[in-house]
């Protein structure tokens, strides 16, 4: 298989078609081995337009909507990113010179992406989903699904800061900007995105009599 073609393909036919312009971008997920970034008996599927798994019950964001998250979260060389269950964003990212740092709560996924993840400077971390490592991120970026916006997501951002994320309650969910300001954090709805629930930060059913 031809991985050159199939990202550039990937690009063409997945991110420019779905009003993504930002040039960095392009560049950075035409570099970005996506291949490496899923479990080894799913590189077949690595440039599909469907989730992809990794390991465990993580899966790769599509690109479309990972392109379209970066897009809206103004990514800037220089910067400082923290790439929660989003290692493939992580990549990315640090294409787009970005200082980046992964976090997991498996280390069964670093298994599989770790190395990919060194080769483009990115610092790894396991640590629980709702506990982000570090503070004063210029940008948090996740590619799971969350039920709600853990308070401790949008506490670790600077003043300015942006944090870009999908929130599905429901079959469809909504990809958030999230940007903190003097009073807290603003929210604004991207598109529609229904990427697996992130199990950790999904609270239990409750049942009432």
Known sequence: MDFTAERKAMVDSQVRVND???????????AVPRERYCAPDRIFAAYSDASVEIAGDRKLMPARDVSKLLQAADAREGE??????????????????????????????FEVVGEALAEDGVTTAVAPLDAPVGEGWDLIVCEGGV?????????????GGRLVVVERRGAIGKAAL??????GLSRRELF???PALLAELTPAPTFAF
Request: proline share 3%; net charge negative; glycine share 4%.
């Open 80 to 109: 400082k990113a923290l790439a929660i269950a989003a290692p493939y964003a992580a990549a990315v990212l640090a294409r787009m010179g970005l200082t980046v740092t992964a976090q997991e709560s498996d280390a069964a996924v």
């Open 20 to 30: 993504v312009t930002n040039h960095e971008i392009h560049m950075a997920m035409m």
């Open 192 to 194: 529609d995105s229904s």
């Open 147 to 159: 039920a709600a916006l853990p308070e401790a997501w949008g506490q670790a951002l600077r003043a």
């Open 178 to 183: 999230y940007v903190k300001g003097r009073e």
